[in-house]
């Protein structure tokens, strides 16, 4: 999965509680991503980074905070988990492949995350 | 917001038979993208077709892109089992996000 790793793979929490998910790469990329897949919704942009420190929201980002102090990390948080919070998270990570090279996405494993 | 949107939704096919599924999108690209999701997996980068490109190849992938029409499709010749998976197509308009539709899930049939 081109160096990049998401930890925890599965947690189930309750509801009400913080959640945080990381994103480790290993790739120097520039820019990374954290999506959401639900059923019949694709891929969702929940926050993304341009750089260290730089974060910027995405489609669905309520419910949701992102940071980014290194390079190759980039975490998500879920301040106080709900049931339609419930859904596999990807992070993603791209950079400019080349010249006239476009944004290539390289995406984690996931993490599948349940709110009971 | 969603951009590319892929039809049909799902397709089942007998080994050896080529699948195509296509892709509709509503705003100018800088290039389409194509990607493959295995059950359980995360998304991988199959495909880039640049918006001045018509059709490009890719071992036993064909995709052409019609700006025009705002529309692209992808082929897989000779499916294997292997093909087996949900395929995206993703439009990038000329930032570094994508806008991802909702696959095609292809099945191929033994």
């Known amino acids: 999965d081109a160096g990049i790793t998401q930890s925890p793979r599965h947690k189930v929490t309750e509801t009400g509680t913080p959640v945080t998910l990381r994103c480790h790469q290993t790739?120097?990329?520039?820019?990374m991503y954290w999506y959401r897949q639900d059923p019949g919704h694709g891929l969702r942009l929940i926050h993304y980074?341009?750089?260290?420190?730089?974060?910027d929201k995405g489609e669905v980002s309520d419910g949701y905070s992102v940071s980014r102090s290194k390079t190759e990390d980039f975490l998500l948080t879920l301040e106080s988990a709900t049931s339609s919070q419930t859904s596999v998270y990807f992070c993603?990570?791209?950079?400019?492949?080349?010249?006239?090279?476009?944004?290539?996405?390289?995406f984690g494993p996931g993490t599948r995350l349940t709110v009971t | 917001s969603q951009q590319g949107e892929e039809d049909p939704q799902a397709l089942s096919i007998q080994e050896g038979e080529n699948a195509t599924m296509n892709c509709s999108y509503k705003?100018?690209?800088?290039?389409l993208q194509w990607y493959r999701q295995n059950s359980g997996r995360g998304l991988v980068h199959l495909i880039l077709?640049?918006?001045?490109?018509r059709e490009k190849h890719s071992g036993r992938l064909r995709v052409t892109l019609d700006t025009s029409k705002k529309s692209s499709s992808l082929l897989i010749t000779a499916s294997r089992a292997a093909d087996t998976a949900s395929y995206f197509c993703?439009?990038?308009?000329?930032?570094?996000?994508?806008?991802f539709g909702a696959g095609t899930t292809v099945t191929v049939r033994a």
């Open positions: 993603a990570i791209s950079d400019l492949a080349g010249e006239n090279a476009g944004y290539e996405q390289y």
């Open positions: 790739e120097n990329h520039r820019y």
């Open positions: 980074s341009y750089g260290v420190k730089d974060t």
């Open positions: 705003t100018s690209i800088n290039n």
């Open positions: 077709i640049r918006s001045n490109e």
């Open positions: 993703a439009t990038d308009h000329n930032d570094y996000k994508l806008s």
